[in-house]
């Protein structure tokens, strides 16, 4: 087995912290450590139980949050995968969590004004708003009960929860107009590259014998939240330095213009040279998976390339330890 050792965070194999069970070659925190986590999260369950359900019978049919339901496993698979890791006993830091505890709790209050206001909530909205708040309650339990080391070892799956929560409309609908116009912008440069003859105003284009609008459903905002978690996965277990972690994540947001942009560009192409009734394609209505699996193959090569270049430093850096 190989452990990477470092004086903060790991421990050697033939000593056991105090309150850790032997397991093997490795050590695994005893369970009286979590129970008391246990029952917190029984109880905030059980608090949120009705926006819980909620969003179980709103999630699978919202096309833009199908992923939702997912990420509770996903988390937990990201947390088995280290359990082979050895992890110095600690304390848990209480006092962090004072912050997600008065983050929450203000939330909730602020809600619960609004609604005596007369105000009136969307199911999206409610959902963001009880959703983060649920989210920030389990931070305060794993700040209470975990080990402050521990819990630093799993602070990617932890924060990973925060994709359960929908985004507001108001957010939605910022998102969806950015990727609405970036890729019209994306698609007229195309079109203009091809040499078709096109006239762009706003998000409408005019071409020969043809007409179309970019319309919000066609933002690809979807898919492109898919390709973000997709590629924050990607980069917490394949890249280990931040700045290329950043890099990777950061190169959805022009790869998702690139492949919106392209598609309007296919069907725009498709419309004028085959004929208008391309627009009712299968391209253009179910081709959004199609193009997709496209989008992953430069994210791909992109993860290729920095992995590589990694292996490379480091390589470089254990050369230059030696002499």
């Not at 698979?77 to 912050?99: C, D």
């Amino acid at each position: 087995m190989n452990l990477e050792t470092t004086e903060s965070s790991t421990v050697p194999l033939g000593a056991a912290p105090p309150g850790a069970v032997l397991t093997g070659e490795r050590f695994v925190p005893s369970w009286r450590r979590f129970k008391g986590l246990a029952i917190f999260t029984g109880l905030v369950v059980l608090a949120f139980a009705k926006p819980l359900f909620v969003l179980l019978t709103f999630a699978p049919h919202a096309e833009l949050y199908s992923h939702i339901l997912l990420i509770p496993f996903i988390s937990g698979y990201l947390i088995w995968m280290k359990r082979g890791e050895v992890v110095l006993e600690s304390e848990p830091n209480r006092r962090m969590a004072l912050l997600p505890l008065a983050a929450g709790a203000l939330l909730l209050a602020g809600y619960w004004m609004a609604l005596r206001r007369g105000w009136t909530f969307a199911k999206p909205d409610y959902l963001a708003v009880t959703m983060l708040a649920f989210v920030l309650f389990l931070m305060v339990g794993g700040f209470l009960f975990i080990g402050a080391k521990y819990f630093k070892s799993i602070a990617f799956p932890a924060v990973f929860l925060f994709f359960c929560v929908p985004f507001p409309q108001f957010v939605r609908d910022g998102i969806e107009t950015f990727f609405q116009r970036g890729s019209a912008e994306t698609a007229y440069l195309m079109l203009r590259a091809s040499g078709m003859s096109v006239l762009k105003t706003g998000t409408h284009f005019q071409m020969p014998a043809f007409s179309l609008d970019v319309a919000p459903q066609c933002s690809g905002i979807h898919s492109s939240l898919v390709l973000l978690i997709t590629s924050l996965l990607a980069a917490h277990m394949f890249l280990q330095t931040p700045s290329r972690k950043v890099l990777f994540t950061l190169s959805v947001i022009p790869l998702a213009l690139l492949r919106n942009g392209f598609r309007i560009f296919t069907i725009s192409e498709l419309c004028v040279h085959v004929g208008p009734q391309m627009i009712d394609s299968p391209i253009h209505h179910h081709g959004g998976p199609l193009f997709f699996l496209l989008s992953l193959v430069p994210l791909f090569l992109l993860l290729v390339y920095l992995t590589k270049s990694e292996a490379r430093k480091e390589h470089a850096m254990a050369v230059r330890r030696k002499n």
